[in-house]
């Protein structure tokens, strides 16, 4: 797979997934001082892409500000409704995010399949919203230590990759996030070396079911107790191409570090 890996240059992606942090004056403070913060240390935005993924209830202030500011910042959601509209009360339909001016989705993050026992039938459903209305579905995929004990390392993330792109038949702008959950939150992270494997493992589904060109260009993330002292590590193996941070993504003095892994850690 590292001949695929290699074909294109892939702008490496962190992104910050907020959870439920941050409120909507939280949200323009907190993107003000990241913007501030990596225009002064000479980030180049296009070597490095950001983006965040704030609450609901902060997406219109954030898209205000960006488009306000011309913040070179991108944002998404943290979940999308698989329907367009409907008496699906607390649902938000992608038609809303895209007119918002979304980038991204995130979609099938660990918690949703957990806590909301999210389905790999609803994760197919979702992309397809997505997709239908030019969102990139960030697709997560991950096992827990029971899957990990069980079945190895790969099996159910490229299990899952499979189901949520069961309906895709186009060339997709898609990006994958791997993401142990026996490492999310636990301070524990998985070894760059397993997250390669795993990686490698995804972009090899990824020629199967939409062809090398297509594989070639999709950003692989890993996340998972991300910081700014291990990401340089991971960004070192040929198919990881970015982070999808989540603790670490509400301080900002720590993401910023995490997406200037180029500078302040040789690779």
Known sequence: MAAVSS??????????????????????AFVQKLAWSL???????????????????????VQTLVSADKLPIAYGAQDVSEHASGAFTGEISALFLAALECRYVIIGHSERRILHHETDEQVSLK??????????????????????????????????????????RSAADIV???????????????????????????????????????????????????KSGNIASF????????????????DVTEFASIVRYQKHVGL
């Open 235 to 250: 960004m070192r193996e040929p198919n990881v191409d970015g982070a999808l941070v989540g603790g670490a993504s509400i």
């Open 7 to 28: 074909s294109v240059r892939r702008t490496p992606l962190i992104a910050g997934n907020w959870k439920m942090n941050l409120d909507h004056l939280q949200a323009i």
């Open 127 to 168: 992309v397809v919203a997505a997709l239908e209305n030019n969102l990139t579905p960030i697709i997560c995929v991950g096992e827990t230590a029971d899957d990990l004990e069980t079945h190895g390392a790969s099996a159910v993330p490229v299990a899952q990759l499979r189901a949520a792109l069961a309906e895709v």
């Open 176 to 226: 994958v996030a791997y993401e142990p959950v026996w490492a999310i939150g636990s301070g524990q992270a998985a070894t760059p070396e397993q997250a390669e494997q795993v990686a490698a493992a995804l972009r090899a589904v990824l020629v199967e079911l939409l062809g090398e060109d297509v594989a070639a260009k999709t950003r692989i993330l890993y996340g998972g107790s991300v």
């Open 39 to 61: 225009k002064d240390a000479g980030h180049d935005f296009s070597a490095v892409e950001v983006s965040v993924f704030p609450p609901y209830t902060d997406l219109r202030s």
